[in-house]
């Protein structure tokens, strides 16, 4: 029984995500660790449009993408109200100052995209001199860094995003994963990075099933609907790609494809927070109607609602803001400004207090502490700790949709209407 154990112990021991913190380069959504931790220690904590203001710079347009960044530069993805013309832009991270804008793509007949959403929602993810892009259906590319030259794109893709698209890619070895959840298609897709050929495709293996009075399907695009980014993690000495779709957590072969098990979370939709992954568990927020956190072990094979499900929470459970995870804590924000702890191990509540305000920019950590961005204008920065502090609040001009990225000692915040530098 105590080799059991001590094998079982092992094996949770394995679990985490494939790489680590970045400090200087934020290459993707959350981050170069993928789940929103940086190693910066000299973050200012407090700002204003007049105090600790390194740079700003206005961008028109409507765009909810969050900014990236590699040495010198910071690349955000940006297009116009009406979704017809899609584009990039490239700044420089010392001064702010754009080094190109390049329009990539124009769109005759723009599908609906709801008013909370944006036509620029999915966040870029980098390489070495590279940049991958998606829109969701209407535009996925690969461009050269230095720039914005073309190297690959695609434009097939068919999916209706119904409310409009969310789902940020990521590279696993040679290939480019993404989500695409619609009214009308789920699957989740890996192009070959070098090329954007389909490597494989998977359907979601569970659909809204809604009839009608005939025994006809009815077509309901926000109960088929999902938003989120996938994440890698390891377990048990395999990589799996874990992520969400609507009805249900998803755990895939990432280079074949394969479903290996699923979580079914029937009457959740619209899912749109990137998991963690930390202890053995995975840690997923699930569903737009109903705020649902499931911690999932990762090893199961098939439908593994009851075997793998390790505990639940729904008190203040986001449905946009993801997750942090910080030794044994689980720290969150809902969509509602309640921000909440709970135990990583055990689901256990250790406080939830009120912040105030819309949220959903998702929470950065930095050196012991959390920052959170709301949608007029706020950020508060509050201690990862058992017991709740605010550190400081502040205010900008505008608020964040999209999630702020940190690169050295500058927090690189995207507002609806500017792009700063924040810096001591």
């Not at 590319?141 to 720039?147: G, Q, R, T, V």
């Not at 990589?239 to 979370?265: C, F």
């Not at 990862?384 to 550190?391: D, L, P, Q």
Request: with cysteine.
């Amino acid at each position: 029984m105590r080799m059991r154990d001590q094998l079982f112990t092992l094996s949770l021991s394995l679990l985490t995500a494939t790489s680590a913190s970045g400090g200087e380069n934020w290459t993707q959504f959350r981050g170069a660790g993928e789940q929103g931790h940086s190693e910066a220690k000299d973050l200012p904590t407090e700002w204003g449009e007049d105090r600790n203001i390194a740079w700003k710079t206005p961008i028109e347009g409507k765009a909810w993408s969050s900014p990236v960044g590699w040495g010198d530069r910071i690349w955000v993805t940006n297009a116009n109200p009406e979704g017809t013309r899609l584009s990039v832009l490239c700044l420089n991270k010392k001064t702010g100052k754009k080094i190109y804008d390049q329009e990539l793509c124009t769109v005759k007949d723009p599908q609906f995209c709801h008013a909370f959403n944006s036509y620029a929602s999915p966040t870029p993810i980098l390489e070495e001199g590279l940049v991958y892009l998606t829109f969701g259906a209407p535009y996925t590319a690969c461009l050269k860094a230095e720039s914005g030259e073309v190297v690959w794109e695609r434009k097939d893709f068919v999916c209706d995003h119904f409310r409009g698209s969310g789902s940020s890619p990521v590279i696993y070895k040679n290939l480019l994963i993404l989500h695409f959840d619609g009214a009308d298609h789920q699957f989740v897709v890996a192009m070959d990075k070098k090329t954007g050929d389909t490597v494989w495709k998977t359907t979601r293996s569970v659909d809204y099933k809604d009839l009608d009075a005939a025994g006809k399907p009815k077509r309901n695009g926000d109960m088929r609907k999902a938003y989120g980014t996938p994440l890698i993690v390891k377990s048990e000495g395999k990589d799996v790609l874990v992520g969400a779709g609507a009805m249900a957590l998803y755990g895939y072969d990432p280079m074949s494809g394969k479903e290996l098990w699923r979580v079914d979370t029937i009457g959740t939709h619209s899912t749109a927070c990137r998991p963690v992954a930390g202890h053995g568990l995975v840690f997923a927020t699930m569903g737009f109607s109903r705020g649902l956190l499931i911690a999932v072990r990762p090893d199961g094979k098939g439908e593994v609602t009851k075997s793998h499900v390790a505990w639940k929470y729904s008190k203040a459970a986001p449905k946009k803001p993801s997750l942090l995870l910080d030794g044994d804590l689980v720290f969150m924000i809902d969509d509602a400004g309640i921000a909440a702890c709970i135990e990583a191990k055990t689901g256990k509540e250790i406080w939830k207090e009120r912040i105030g305000g819309n949220f959903s920019a998702s929470p950065i950590l930095a050196d012991g502490k959390i920052y959170l961005f709301d949608e007029d204008g706020q950020g508060t920065v509050i201690d990862a700790a058992r017991k709740f502090k605010i550190v400081a609040r502040n205010e900008l001009d505008a608020g964040c949709m999209g999630s702020p990225a940190v690169s050295g000692d500058l927090l690189i915040v995207r507002t609806k209407k500017a792009l700063y530098g924040i810096k001591k």
